[in-house]
């Protein structure tokens, strides 16, 4: 009968958790001083070489307006792809933009 150490027990308890799929999850929401809120979730899943990460963002005014915006963001050895979907207050899809304010 071979005898196992409790270090090789415990290695072989550890090391498929260290290989283990990681799934990162975070999710905020911000209330602004009109009664207005932001509502960001992300979610991102490493599989089979790629890491694919999703955001659904959703901003809704004091008055009850609701946009969003979802974004597919997926990165492999070979580059990165990106896709974002906008939906206006009417419910219709609209052009995704982002402004960048950099002020000195």
Do not use: W, Y
Not at 1 to 23: D, E, G, N, R, Y
């Amino acid at each position: 009968m071979k005898h196992v150490t409790k270090t090789a027990k415990t290695l072989a308890l550890l090391l498929p958790l260290a290989f283990a799929t990681p799934v990162f999850a975070q999710n905020v929401t911000i209330t602004n001083g009109n009664g207005g809120t932001v509502e960001k979730t992300r979610d991102c899943v490493r599989e089979n070489g790629k890491v694919v990460c999703g955001t659904s963002t959703t901003a809704t005014t004091a008055n009850g307006q609701t946009v969003t915006k979802d974004r597919q963001r997926t990165t492999t050895s070979e580059g990165t792809t990106s896709t974002m979907t906008c939906v206006g207050p009417t419910g219709e899809p609209g052009p995704c933009s982002r402004t960048v304010q950099i002020t000195r």
